[in-house]
C-alpha cells in the first residue's frame, strides 16, 4: 500500500529494522499460520524461517514472541471520519491517524463530509499535502459525488480521480435522486473510483434517533425503520447493474440490505458491501440506557438483523469490517439523546471487539475476521497488506491473551465517544508497523524493550 500514489502519509521516522523471533503468524491470503522469526529491513519483509534460524543483529531490534504473540497482516480501513479541515476540534490527521495505528491499521479512507466539504481538486489537493506532513499511517480520500452533499450537482469527478481521489461518496447524506446517482454511476465509468454509498430514504427515516421497534416504542423515541436503509440498496444496486458500475454500500445494518447484496453479487453486479463493528456486536437493546455513543447512523438494529450481518460476513457477502470512526466533542455528547449528533468512534477497539465478541465465543474464525479486516484496501483498487518476502512491512503484532478495558488509559483519539468504552476486552495490538516504518508501539512493549 506504501508504494501507491494515491495514499499520502505515514513516512514518519526511519524504515524499520526488526527481528520479531518466534511470532505465530496468521495471514490467510499467504496460507500461512504457524510459528515463525520474521526479519523486517529497511521498511521491508526480508525473512521468514524456522524460529531461532535468523541470527539476531546488532543494529536491529529483536522482540521475543515466544511462540505467544500473533503477527498479522495489518488491518485497512476504507470509512473513517478525520473531520480535516474545519472540524478539528474533534479530530485531526494526526490524531486519527495515532488512534488508527493503535488499533493495527496501516491505512485509513477519509469521507469528504468536512468543512468545506471536499468537493473540489484545489482542497483534495491540499489535504494530500497535508497527510503527507501529518499522518502517522497512510491515508486516502473519497471525495463528494454532489457539491456540497447537496445531491443536486455532481462535483468534477475526472479532475478529481486525476487528482488522487480513489472514489466518491456523499456519506452523511444520501444521493436521495435517482437521477442524480445514474449520471454519477455514468461518469463513475469513465472516470474510475468506486461510489461508496451512504443509503437512506429521508421520507422514511425522518427525525428519528434510534431503530423503530419495541425498544424506541418503550422509550418513547423516534424510530428509523430498517426499510429506509434496505429499500435505497436494493434501489442503487439496480443501478449499478443497469449501468454497469462499479458500487461500495457503507456501514449495512440489517438483514434486507444484506440479501440485496447477496443477490446483486449472484447476478454478476459490480457491488461491495462493508459492516461496522458495532453493527455486529451490538443492538438497540444498547440504547436503554441513553448513553449517546450508542446514536449512530444507521442505528442499531434489532437481533435478527445483527445475527443476519455476522453471517453476511462470515460468507462473504458483506466484502470487509469499516468502522465509521466518527469522533465528536465530548460537550456535543453530553446533551440529551435526541439533541446529540450521530455516531461512534471505533479504530482503537475495532479488532479486540470483534476478536472478544465473535472470535473467542467461537461465532468466527480469526482468519476469517483478519481477511475481512484487510479487505478494504483491494475494494478501492490498492493492495492488501501480506506477510511475504519482498513486501513492504505492515503488520500488526498482537497479545490474544491481554485483557484491557476500552479507555481506562484515555484514547489516542481526540474524541472519546467510542460505544465500546469501559468494555472488557480481550486482545491487544502491541505493535503496528505501515508503510515500513514502525507507527505505534504498546507501553508494556516500549518497557519490555526499555
Given at each position: 500500500m506504501s508504494g501507491d500514489g494515491l495514499l499520502s502519509g505515514g513516512l514518519q521516522g526511519p524504515p524499520a529494522g526488526l527481528l520479531l523471533r518466534d511470532v505465530h503468524v496468521l495471514d490467510p491470503r499467504e496460507d500461512i499460520d504457524r510459528r515463525l522469526d520474521v526479519s523486517v529491513r529497511d521498511g521491508a519483509i526480508a525473512e521468514l524461517a524456522e524460529p531461532g534460524s535468523i541470527a539476531s543483529e546488532e543494529a536491529v531490534e529483536t522482540i521475543e514472541g515466544e511462540g505467544r504473540l500473533r503477527l498479522l497482516p495489518a488491518f485497512f480501513d476504507p470509512h473513517v471520519h478525520l473531520r480535516t479541515p474545519g472540524q478539528e476540534h474533534k479530530e485531526d490527521l494526526d490524531?486519527?491517524?495515532?488512534?488508527?495505528?493503535?488499533?493495527?491499521?496501516?491505512?485509513?479512507?477519509?469521507?469528504?463530509?468536512?468543512?468545506?466539504?471536499?468537493?473540489?481538486?484545489?482542497?483534495?489537493?491540499?489535504?494530500?499535502?497535508?497527510?503527507?506532513?501529518?499522518?502517522?499511517?497512510?491515508?486516502?480520500?473519497?471525495?463528494?459525488?454532489?457539491?456540497?452533499?447537496?445531491?443536486?450537482?455532481?462535483?468534477e469527478m475526472a479532475e478529481l480521480r486525476q487528482e488522487g481521489a480513489l472514489g466518491f461518496s456523499d456519506d452523511g447524506e444520501p444521493v436521495e435522486s435517482a437521477g442524480v446517482l445514474r449520471k454519477a454511476l455514468q461518469y463513475q465509468r469513465l472516470c474510475g473510483g468506486v461510489l461508496a454509498l451512504h443509503e437512506e430514504d429521508r421520507s422514511l427515516s425522518r427525525r428519528g434517533v434510534m431503530n423503530e421497534g419495541t425498544v424506541s416504542a418503550a422509550l418513547g423515541l423516534d424510530g428509523i425503520p430498517t426499510v429506509a436503509e434496505s429499500t435505497m440498496v436494493a434501489r442503487d444496486a439496480e443501478l449499478a447493474g443497469?449501468?454497469?458500475?462499479?458500487?461500495?454500500?457503507?456501514?449495512?445494518?440489517?438483514?434486507?440490505?444484506?440479501e440485496t447484496v447477496a443477490a446483486a453479487k449472484a447476478r454478476g453486479w459490480r457491488v461491495s458491501a462493508e459492516v461496522s463493528p458495532h453493527h455486529l456486536l451490538l443492538t438497540?437493546?444498547?440504547?436503554?440506557?441513553?448513553?449517546?455513543?450508542?446514536?449512530?447512523?444507521?442505528?442499531?438494529?434489532?437481533?435478527?438483523?445483527?445475527?443476519?450481518?455476522?453471517?453476511?460476513?462470515?460468507?462473504?457477502?458483506?466484502?470487509?469490517?469499516a468502522t465509521d470512526h466518527a469522533p465528536h466533542a465530548r460537550e456535543e455528547k453530553e446533551v440529551p439523546f435526541e439533541q446529540a449528533p450521530m455516531g461512534t468512534t471505533g479504530l482503537e477497539t475495532a479488532f479486540a471487539a470483534l476478536y472478544s465478541g465473535l472470535v473467542l465465543p467461537a461465532v468466527l474464525e480469526l482468519g476469517v475476521l483478519v481477511q475481512r479486516m484487510t479487505a478494504g484496501a483491494s475494494l478501492f483498487g490498492l493492495q492488501e497488506a501480506r506477510i511475504a518476502p519482498g513486501r513492504t512491512a505492515e503488520l500488526a503484532l498482537v497479545d490474544l491473551e491481554e485483557r484491557w478495558t476500552a479507555g481506562e488509559h484515555g484514547w489516542h483519539s481526540r474524541s472519546e465517544n467510542c460505544c465500546f468504552s469501559g468494555r472488557r476486552l480481550q486482545g491487544r495490538i502491541q505493535l503496528t508497523l505501515a508503510a515500513g516504518r514502525v507507527v505505534h508501539r504498546d507501553r508494556a512493549l516500549a518497557l519490555a524493550g526499555a
Open positions: 490524531s486519527g491517524t495515532r488512534a488508527a495505528a493503535a488499533g493495527g491499521y496501516c491505512g485509513v479512507i477519509a469521507m469528504p463530509n468536512t468543512d468545506p466539504v471536499l468537493d473540489s481538486a484545489p482542497l483534495l489537493r491540499s489535504l494530500r499535502d497535508a497527510a503527507a506532513r501529518d499522518a502517522r499511517i497512510p491515508v486516502g480520500f473519497l471525495a463528494a459525488v454532489t457539491r456540497g452533499l447537496q445531491g443536486e450537482q455532481l462535483t443497469y449501468e454497469g458500475a462499479r458500487v461500495h454500500f457503507q456501514h449495512l445494518s440489517c438483514a434486507a440490505s444484506a438497540d437493546e444498547a440504547v436503554r440506557g441513553m448513553n449517546t455513543s450508542m446514536k449512530m447512523h444507521p442505528p442499531l438494529t434489532g437481533e435478527d438483523d445483527r445475527a443476519a450481518l455476522v453471517q453476511a460476513l462470515r460468507d462473504g457477502t458483506v466484502d470487509c469490517v
